[in-house]
C-alpha cells in the first residue's frame, strides 16, 4: 500500500515515530486540571435538567401532574411525553435481520415504562439543585402490570407483553450451521458440555454520561457537547428526528472519560436536551449522577448458554453447539440493535478454533431491565469463557494437558484466510504463536511444578488458559451489528497545513482514553514528513468531517490510521510538487521529513511553513496553477477488517477460609500487528484485562423478582480497585495485517480473554473438590457455597 | 439562607456571599470557582475522583460541604503545576502511562500527594492499599502504582 514510497538509505536513520512509546499529547492538559469534558462546558446562562425516573419495572402511565413543579423556584418548564410528541421523530434502530423486532426510542416514557430508571419527566430549572427539588413535586399515576425480572419467565406461557406490538418478549432469534453438529456429536469420542451464564455488568465508565446542548439563537442552532464515542452517528440519528440539517447541529465528543460501550450508543436523554434547547431557545446541561448512570446506561452481556462439544480420541473438536438466550431488556438500542450482545456470543462461539461442524442459536428476549449494548469485548468475552470452559472439560475427560489440547485445535498458519460458521474470516494472525508465547512468559511447565507442591500442602492453586479471536478494523463488508443499515466501514482523515504553516489532522473517530491524538499523529509524522510536535490533531467533532461514526468495536488504529497514512502521502506529494518549483528540483528527488522537504543529498530545503506562504500568501514565487491548496483527505475503507488474538494465562490460589481468590500471576501474549505506541497498547491490555478480572470475580447487575436493581451504588457494584488487581506481563506477537499499516484492533481484548481465564484457573485450583466453574462471576458467595455443597457431597459418599 | 464562605484555594482567597448550606464543595469549585479539574464520579464518596486537599489532608469534595471549607486551605489538581511546569507527581503520570481518559486522574493526583506527604510508600502493598479509595476504569492500576512508586523515589532521593 506504500508502494508510492520509495524506500531511501537515510530511512534507515530516521526516527520512526510509528512503534515507538511516545508520551502521550493529551496528558499534559488531563493531567493540570485543564481538560474539558462535557460538564464542564459553562455556557451562557445555561439552564439544567433533571429526570423523572420510573421506580415502577412495568406499569402504564394513567396521568402525570406537574403543576406543583412548573410553580416550583427556579423552573423554567417540565416536559413530558405529550408535551414534546410534536417536536421529533422516534429513532427507530433498524436491521435487516430476520426475526427481529425495532423497538422505538422515544426522549421519554410514552404510554408505558419499561424498566426502574427509565426517563419519564424533564424539569428545566435554573440549577440543578432546584430542578431536583421540583422532582419530588410531580405525580405520576401509575397502573403497575407485571414485571419481568427473568430471560426464562419471558419466555414462559403467559408472560406480560412489554411490546404488545411485537407479538411476543422474543426481539430477535437467529442461527448459524456449519455441517451436521448431531451426526458428528453422535460419533464423538468424548462429549462436554453444560449451562454456562454470564450475569448482567456495568460498563461503568467513570465519568457519569453527561450532555451540553448549546443554543445558539443567530443560526436556530444546537452544538451538543457528549459524553459519546460516536458523535457521528448521534449528529445523523438527532438530524434526522429533529429535522435539523447538520450544517445546524454539531455534535462535539471532547475529552471523554472512558466509555467502554456505555457512552456508545445514542441515548433518550440527548434526544431530549436538544429537543428542550431547541423550545426554549437556551442552552441546557445535565449529567447522570452514579444511581442514574447504572441504571439508565446501556447495560452489558447477560447471557445463560446451553452448549456442548465433541471431541475426537485424539483430542481434536468435531462439532460444537450452544442454544444462547439473552436478557436484552427493555429496549433495542440505536444503531446497534438487541441483537449485537447475544448474537456475537453465537457468531463468535467457536473462535480460533477448527471445529468441524457448528450450530448456534440465539435468542433476544426483552425485560424489565435497562437495554443491554455494547461493552467492550460484546458478545465475546461470554463466548470465550464458554469455548475455554468446553476445551478444558475435553481436556479433563480425555487425559490431556489444557495447553496440548488447544495446540491441537487453534486454526494453523496453513488454514488462513479461515472461514467460520458465522461467515466471519480469520485472516493470517498469529493464534499459535500466541499460546506459546504465553506459555513460555508464564513458565508454564515451573508453573505446573509449583501447583504440584501447593496441592501437596491442600491448598487451592489453579492454572488457566484462554485464547480468542476477535474482528477488528471492519470495514464496509461487514455491518458492526447484523444488519444495521449504517456505514461503519470507512473513516476520513482530512489533512492540512495553513498559511501560518500549522498542521492540522481532522478524523471522525472520537477517543475516551485511547490517545488517538497521540497514536495518530504518530503515524503523519512517519508518512507526511512532519514534526510530530507540530500536529494538531481533532477528533470526536462531527464539524470536521462530512460523515464519520466514531471509536468503538476495536476499529480507530485501523480505521483512522489508514486513513491518516494516505491522506499523508497525498498531502505529501503536493509539498514535494510545490517544493520542486521553489528548489528548482525534480519532485523525485525531494523527500519530507522533520517538517521539511529536501532535495536529497543535498543541503537545499524548505520548511513546511515556507512552502505554506509561497501557496497562501506570496503572489510572486508559484506559477497560479502551481498553488494547491495544502489539505488531503482521505476515506479509507479496510473492505474485510482484520484479526486480532491472543492468549491469557492466569495462576489463581482460592483462600478456603475466606473464599476470596487471589491471582498470583497474569500473563497476555496478543498479536495486535504492527505496534503504533507500545506504552499504549500496554495500557489498553491492562485495562481490558482488569475490566475482565471484575466480570469474573466481583462485578454483577443484581435484579430481585420484581426486576428492581439492587447493585445500583458503587458499594454493591463492585468493580476492582488497586488491590484486587495482579501485576500483568504483556508479550507481543506482531504479524503484520493486510490492512494498511499492519495495524490490527486491539482496544477489546482483555477484556475478552480473563473471564475466561480466571474462571478456568478457578475451575483448576477447585477440581482437587470436584468443583466446576460455569457461572461468572465467581464471588466468595458462590464459592463458599460450592464449596459447601462439594463437602456435603463428598460426606454423602462417604457414609454410602 | 445562605451564609458566606472564605477559602484559600490554590493559594488565591475567594470571600463567596449567598451559598446555599447544601452545596457541595465539588460543586462549589466546579461552578462557583470554575475550577473543573476537580471531576465528580460518583456523589457518594467511593471513586475519589472529587478528591482535594483540604488543610493538607485529602477529602472527598462530594461528600463535603462548601460551608465545611470555611476557613480552611484547598488544594485542587490546577493548585499542582502547569503543562508546562508540572510537578514530580504529575511528571511521573505522564512518564508511565498512569492515565487514559484522564476522568479519576485528578483524584489520584491529589489522593498520591497525599499518601507521598504522609507515608514512606517502600513497597507496592502499601501504594495500592493507599489508593484502594480512588477507582481508575481504564489503566488497570499497573501504570499508577508505577508513576507512584517513581515519584516516592524521587522524593526520598531529594530529601
Same mark, same amino acid.
Given at each position: 500500500?506504500?508502494?508510492?514510497?520509495?524506500?531511501?538509505?537515510?530511512?534507515?536513520?530516521?526516527?520512526?515515530?510509528?512503534?515507538?512509546?511516545?508520551?502521550?499529547?493529551?496528558?499534559?492538559?488531563?493531567?493540570?486540571?485543564?481538560?474539558?469534558?462535557?460538564?464542564?462546558?459553562?455556557?451562557?446562562?445555561?439552564?439544567?435538567?433533571?429526570?423523572?425516573?420510573?421506580?415502577?419495572?412495568?406499569?402504564?402511565?394513567?396521568?402525570?401532574?406537574?403543576?406543583?413543579?412548573?410553580?416550583?423556584?427556579?423552573?423554567?418548564?417540565?416536559?413530558?411525553?405529550?408535551?414534546?410528541?410534536?417536536?421529533?421523530?422516534?429513532?427507530?434502530?433498524?436491521?435487516?435481520?430476520?426475526?427481529?423486532?425495532?423497538?422505538?426510542?422515544?426522549?421519554?416514557?410514552?404510554?408505558?415504562?419499561?424498566?426502574?430508571?427509565?426517563?419519564?419527566?424533564?424539569?428545566?430549572? $435554573?440549577?440543578?439543585?432546584?430542578?431536583?427539588?421540583?422532582?419530588?413535586?410531580?405525580?405520576?399515576?401509575?397502573?403497575?402490570?407485571?414485571?419481568?425480572?427473568?430471560?426464562?419467565?419471558?419466555?414462559?406461557?403467559?408472560?406480560?407483553?412489554?411490546?404488545?406490538?411485537?407479538?411476543?418478549?422474543?426481539?430477535?432469534?437467529?442461527?448459524?450451521?456449519?455441517?451436521?453438529?448431531?451426526?458428528?456429536?453422535?460419533?464423538?469420542?468424548?462429549?462436554?458440555?453444560?449451562?454456562?451464564?454470564?450475569?448482567?455488568?456495568?460498563?461503568?465508565?467513570?465519568?457519569?454520561?453527561?450532555?451540553?446542548?448549546?443554543?445558539?439563537?443567530?443560526?436556530?442552532?444546537?452544538?451538543?457537547?457528549?459524553?459519546?464515542?460516536?458523535?457521528?452517528?448521534?449528529?445523523?440519528?438527532?438530524?434526522?428526528?429533529?429535522?435539523?440539517?447538520?450544517?445546524?447541529?454539531?455534535?462535539?465528543?471532547?475529552?471523554?472519560?472512558?466509555?467502554?460501550?456505555?457512552?456508545?450508543?445514542?441515548?433518550?436523554?440527548?434526544?431530549?436536551?436538544?429537543?428542550?434547547?431547541?423550545?426554549?431557545?437556551?442552552?441546557?446541561?445535565?449529567?447522570?449522577?452514579?444511581?442514574?448512570?447504572?441504571?439508565?446506561?446501556?447495560?452489558?452481556?447477560?447471557?445463560?448458554?446451553?452448549?456442548?462439544?465433541?471431541?475426537?480420541?485424539?483430542?481434536? *473438536?468435531?462439532?460444537?453447539?450452544?442454544?444462547?438466550?439473552?436478557?436484552?431488556?427493555?429496549?433495542?438500542?440505536? %444503531?446497534?440493535?438487541?441483537?449485537?450482545?447475544?448474537?456475537?456470543?453465537?457468531?463468535?462461539?467457536?473462535?480460533?478454533?477448527?471445529?468441524?461442524?457448528?450450530?448456534?442459536?440465539?435468542?433476544?428476549?426483552?425485560?424489565?431491565?435497562?437495554?443491554?449494548?455494547?461493552?467492550?469485548?460484546?458478545?465475546?468475552?461470554?463466548?470465550?469463557?464458554?469455548?475455554?470452559?468446553?476445551?478444558?472439560?475435553?481436556?479433563?475427560?480425555?487425559?490431556?494437558?489444557?495447553?496440548?489440547?488447544?495446540?491441537?485445535?487453534?486454526?494453523?498458519?496453513?488454514?488462513?484466510?479461515?472461514?467460520?460458521?458465522?461467515?466471519?474470516?480469520?485472516?493470517?494472525?498469529?493464534?499459535?504463536?500466541?499460546?506459546?508465547?504465553?506459555?513460555?512468559?508464564?513458565?508454564?511447565?515451573?508453573?505446573?511444578?509449583?501447583?504440584?507442591?501447593?496441592?501437596?500442602?491442600?491448598?487451592?492453586?489453579?492454572?488457566?488458559? *484462554?485464547?480468542?479471536?476477535?474482528? $477488528?478494523?471492519?470495514?464496509?463488508?461487514? *455491518?458492526?451489528?447484523?444488519?444495521?443499515?449504517?456505514?461503519?466501514?470507512?473513516?476520513?482523515?482530512?489533512?492540512?497545513?495553513?498559511?501560518?504553516?500549522?498542521?492540522?489532522?481532522? #478524523?471522525?473517530?472520537?477517543?475516551?482514553?485511547?490517545?488517538?491524538?497521540?497514536?495518530?499523529?504518530?503515524?503523519?509524522?512517519?508518512?507526511?514528513?512532519?514534526?510530530?510536535?507540530?500536529?494538531?490533531?481533532?477528533?470526536?467533532?462531527?464539524?470536521?468531517?462530512?460523515?464519520?461514526?466514531?471509536?468503538?468495536?476495536?476499529?480507530?488504529?485501523?480505521?483512522?490510521?489508514?486513513?491518516?497514512?494516505?491522506?499523508?502521502?497525498?498531502?505529501?506529494?503536493?509539498?514535494?510538487?510545490?517544493?520542486?518549483?521553489?528548489?528548482?528540483?525534480?519532485?523525485?528527488?525531494?523527500?519530507?521529513?522533520?517538517?521539511?522537504?529536501?532535495?536529497?543529498?543535498?543541503?537545499?530545503?524548505?520548511?513546511?511553513?515556507?512552502? *505554506?506562504?509561497?501557496?497562501?500568501?506570496?503572489?510572486?514565487?508559484?506559477?497560479?496553477?502551481?498553488?494547491?491548496?495544502?489539505?488531503?483527505?482521505?476515506?479509507?475503507?479496510?473492505?474485510?477488517? $482484520?484479526?486480532?488474538?491472543?492468549?491469557?494465562?492466569?495462576?489463581?490460589?482460592?483462600?478456603?477460609?475466606?473464599? #476470596?481468590?487471589?491471582?498470583?500471576?497474569?500473563?497476555?501474549?496478543?498479536?495486535?500487528?504492527?505496534?503504533?505506541?507500545?506504552?499504549?497498547?500496554?495500557?489498553?491490555?491492562?485495562?481490558?484485562?482488569?475490566?475482565?478480572?471484575?466480570?469474573?470475580?466481583?462485578?454483577?447487575?443484581?435484579?430481585?423478582?420484581?426486576?428492581?436493581?439492587?447493585?445500583?451504588?458503587?458499594?454493591?457494584?463492585?468493580?476492582?480497585?488497586?488491590?484486587?488487581?495482579?501485576?500483568?506481563?504483556?508479550?507481543?506477537?506482531?504479524?503484520?495485517?493486510?490492512?494498511?499499516?499492519?495495524?490490527?484492533?486491539?482496544?477489546?481484548?482483555?477484556?475478552?480473554?480473563?473471564?475466561?481465564?480466571?474462571?478456568?484457573?478457578?475451575?483448576?485450583?477447585?477440581?482437587?473438590?470436584?468443583?466446576?466453574?460455569?457461572?461468572?462471576?465467581?464471588? %466468595?458467595?458462590?464459592?463458599?457455597?460450592?464449596?459447601?455443597?462439594?463437602?456435603?457431597?463428598?460426606?454423602?459418599?462417604?457414609?454410602? | 439562607?445562605?451564609?458566606?464562605?472564605?477559602?484559600?484555594?490554590?493559594?488565591?482567597?475567594?470571600?463567596? !456571599?449567598?451559598?446555599?448550606?447544601?452545596?457541595? +464543595?465539588?460543586?462549589? +469549585?466546579?461552578?462557583?470557582?470554575? +475550577?473543573?479539574?476537580?471531576?465528580?464520579?460518583?456523589?457518594?464518596?467511593?471513586?475519589?475522583?472529587?478528591?482535594?486537599?483540604?488543610?493538607?489532608? !485529602?477529602?472527598?469534595?462530594?461528600?463535603?460541604?462548601?460551608?465545611?471549607?470555611?476557613? !480552611?486551605?484547598?488544594?485542587?489538581?490546577?493548585?499542582?503545576?502547569?503543562?508546562?511546569?508540572?510537578?514530580?507527581?504529575?511528571?511521573?503520570?505522564?512518564?508511565?502511562?498512569?492515565?487514559?481518559?484522564?476522568?479519576?486522574?485528578?483524584?489520584?493526583?491529589?489522593?498520591?500527594?497525599? +499518601?507521598?506527604?504522609?507515608?514512606?510508600?517502600?513497597?507496592?502493598?502499601?501504594?495500592?492499599?493507599?489508593?484502594?479509595?480512588?477507582?481508575?476504569?481504564?489503566?488497570?492500576?499497573?501504570?499508577?502504582?508505577?508513576?507512584?512508586? !517513581?515519584?516516592?523515589?524521587?522524593?526520598?532521593?531529594?530529601?
Amino acid at each position: 500500500m506504500s508502494s508510492d514510497r520509495r524506500v531511501q538509505p537515510s530511512d534507515v536513520l530516521r526516527p520512526r515515530h510509528v512503534g515507538a512509546p511516545i508520551k502521550r499529547t493529551e496528558d499534559l492538559r488531563l493531567l493540570t486540571g485543564r481538560g474539558e469534558y462535557s460538564a464542564d462546558r459553562k455556557p451562557d446562562r445555561a439552564l439544567h435538567v433533571a429526570f423523572l425516573r420510573s421506580g415502577q419495572p412495568h406499569a402504564r402511565i394513567a396521568g402525570i401532574d406537574t403543576a406543583a413543579a412548573e410553580a416550583a423556584p427556579g423552573v423554567v418548564a417540565v416536559f413530558t411525553a405529550d408535551s414534546i410528541a410534536d417536536d421529533f421523530k422516534a429513532v427507530i434502530p433498524f436491521s435487516r435481520m430476520p426475526n427481529y423486532y425495532a423497538t422505538p426510542i422515544l426522549p421519554l416514557a410514552s404510554g408505558k415504562v419499561r424498566y426502574v430508571g427509565e426517563a419519564v419527566v424533564a424539569v428545566i430549572a $435554573t440549577s440543578r439543585y432546584l430542578a431536583e427539588d421540583a422532582l419530588e413535586l410531580i405525580e405520576v399515576d401509575y397502573e403497575p402490570l407485571k414485571a419481568i425480572s427473568r430471560a426464562e419467565l419471558a419466555v414462559a406461557d403467559g408472560a406480560p407483553l412489554l411490546h404488545e406490538a411485537a407479538g411476543s418478549n422474543v426481539l430477535l432469534a437467529r442461527e448459524f450451521r456449519k455441517g451436521d453438529v448431531a451426526a458428528d456429536l453422535k460419533v464423538a469420542a468424548v462429549r462436554v458440555g453444560g449451562r454456562f451464564e454470564m450475569t448482567r455488568k456495568a460498563p461503568l465508565a467513570l465519568e457519569p454520561r453527561s450532555y451540553t446542548a448549546e443554543y445558539e439563537k443567530r443560526r436556530d442552532a444546537i452544538t451538543l457537547y457528549t459524553s459519546s464515542n460516536i458523535p457521528g452517528i448521534v449528529r445523523d440519528a438527532i438530524s434526522e428526528s429533529l429535522g435539523l440539517p447538520g450544517h445546524r447541529l454539531r455534535v462535539v465528543a471532547p475529552d471523554v472519560g472512558g466509555s467502554f460501550g456505555s457512552k456508545g450508543s445514542l441515548y433518550p436523554e440527548e434526544l431530549l436536551i436538544c429537543i428542550a434547547a431547541r423550545k426554549l431557545g437556551r442552552s441546557l446541561k445535565w449529567t447522570a449522577d452514579r444511581l442514574e448512570d447504572v441504571s439508565s446506561s446501556s447495560q452489558a452481556f447477560a447471557e445463560i448458554v446451553d452448549a456442548e462439544m465433541g471431541f475426537d480420541a485424539n483430542g481434536v *473438536a468435531t462439532s460444537l453447539q450452544a442454544d444462547v438466550i439473552g436478557d436484552v431488556g427493555a429496549y433495542s438500542i440505536y %444503531p446497534w440493535t438487541c441483537g449485537l450482545e447475544p448474537v456475537q456470543v453465537v457468531s463468535f462461539l467457536p473462535g480460533p478454533y477448527k471445529i468441524g461442524s457448528y450450530r448456534g442459536a440465539v435468542r433476544g428476549v426483552a425485560t424489565c431491565k435497562p437495554p443491554t449494548g455494547p461493552y467492550r469485548g460484546v458478545g465475546r468475552p461470554i463466548s470465550t469463557f464458554v469455548a475455554e470452559r468446553l476445551m478444558d472439560l475435553g481436556a479433563k475427560a480425555l487425559g490431556l494437558d489444557p495447553l496440548e489440547i488447544r495446540r491441537r485445535n487453534l486454526v494453523r498458519s496453513e488454514d488462513f484466510p479461515y472461514r467460520i460458521a458465522s461467515g466471519i474470516i480469520w485472516d493470517k494472525t498469529g493464534f499459535l504463536e500466541c499460546l506459546e508465547a504465553a506459555a513460555e512468559a508464564v513458565g508454564y511447565q515451573q508453573l505446573r511444578l509449583r501447583q504440584a507442591d501447593a496441592r501437596k500442602d491442600g491448598r487451592l492453586f489453579g492454572i488457566g488458559i *484462554a485464547t480468542y479471536a476477535e474482528l $477488528t478494523g471492519i470495514g464496509s463488508r461487514i *455491518a458492526v451489528a447484523p444488519g444495521m443499515p449504517i456505514n461503519t466501514g470507512s473513516e476520513t482523515a482530512k489533512i492540512s497545513i495553513d498559511s501560518t504553516g500549522a498542521i492540522t489532522a481532522a #478524523f471522525g473517530v472520537a477517543s475516551h482514553g485511547q490517545g488517538l491524538e497521540t497514536t495518530l499523529a504518530q503515524i503523519i509524522a512517519d508518512d507526511l514528513g512532519a514534526k510530530f510536535e507540530d500536529i494538531s490533531v481533532i477528533q470526536g467533532d462531527s464539524d470536521e468531517v462530512p460523515m464519520s461514526t466514531g471509536t468503538y468495536a476495536s476499529r480507530s488504529a485501523v480505521l483512522g490510521g489508514g486513513a491518516a497514512k494516505h491522506a499523508s502521502f497525498l498531502l505529501r506529494d503536493k509539498i514535494k510538487r510545490v517544493a520542486s518549483h521553489l528548489l528548482e528540483a525534480n519532485q523525485d528527488d525531494i523527500e519530507v521529513f522533520g517538517g521539511q522537504a529536501v532535495v536529497i543529498g543535498t543541503d537545499r530545503a524548505v520548511t513546511f511553513r515556507q512552502v *505554506a506562504r509561497a501557496v497562501y500568501s506570496d503572489m510572486k514565487t508559484l506559477p497560479v496553477e502551481a498553488r494547491e491548496e495544502l489539505s488531503a483527505s482521505y476515506t479509507y475503507d479496510p473492505i474485510n477488517g $482484520t484479526t486480532a488474538a491472543a492468549t491469557h494465562i492466569a495462576a489463581v490460589e482460592v483462600d478456603p477460609a475466606t473464599c #476470596f481468590v487471589k491471582i498470583h500471576k497474569y500473563v497476555v501474549a496478543e498479536d495486535c500487528g504492527k505496534i503504533i505506541n507500545p506504552m499504549i497498547v500496554d495500557g489498553q491490555v491492562h485495562g481490558g484485562v482488569a475490566q475482565g478480572i471484575g466480570a469474573a470475580l466481583f462485578e454483577e447487575l443484581i435484579y430481585d423478582d420484581d426486576a428492581q436493581l439492587l447493585s445500583a451504588s458503587l458499594v454493591d457494584y463492585v468493580i476492582p480497585s488497586a488491590p484486587e488487581v495482579p501485576v500483568m506481563e504483556v508479550v507481543h506477537i506482531e504479524s503484520e495485517s493486510a490492512v494498511a499499516g499492519g495495524f490490527r484492533g486491539m482496544g477489546e481484548g482483555g477484556t475478552i480473554g480473563a473471564p475466561a481465564a480466571i474462571a478456568n484457573a478457578i475451575a483448576d485450583a477447585l477440581s482437587p473438590l470436584g468443583i466446576d466453574v460455569s457461572i461468572l462471576p465467581m464471588t %466468595p458467595e458462590r464459592i463458599f457455597k460450592l464449596m459447601e455443597q462439594a463437602r456435603f457431597n463428598s460426606r454423602g459418599k462417604a457414609d454410602e | 439562607m445562605t451564609v458566606n464562605v472564605s477559602v484559600t484555594v490554590n493559594g488565591m482567597r475567594h470571600e463567596i !456571599s449567598g451559598v446555599e448550606p447544601r452545596l457541595l +464543595l465539588s460543586d462549589f +469549585l466546579r461552578d462557583t470557582l470554575g +475550577l473543573t479539574g476537580t471531576h465528580v464520579g460518583c456523589e457518594h464518596g467511593v471513586c475519589g475522583a472529587c478528591t482535594v486537599l483540604m488543610d493538607g489532608h !485529602s477529602v472527598r469534595s462530594c461528600l463535603t460541604l462548601a460551608v465545611q471549607a470555611n476557613g !480552611s486551605e484547598i488544594t485542587t489538581v490546577e493548585g499542582l503545576g502547569t503543562p508546562e511546569t508540572l510537578n514530580v507527581l504529575q511528571t511521573q503520570f505522564r512518564e508511565h502511562h498512569g492515565l487514559q481518559c484522564g476522568f479519576c486522574t485528578p483524584g489520584m493526583l491529589m489522593t498520591g500527594e497525599d +499518601l507521598l506527604r504522609k507515608y514512606p510508600l517502600a513497597t507496592d502493598e502499601e501504594i495500592r492499599e493507599g489508593l484502594s479509595g480512588n477507582l481508575c476504569r481504564c489503566t488497570g492500576y499497573q501504570n499508577i502504582v508505577a508513576a507512584i512508586r !517513581s515519584a516516592a523515589a524521587l522524593r526520598r532521593e531529594n530529601a
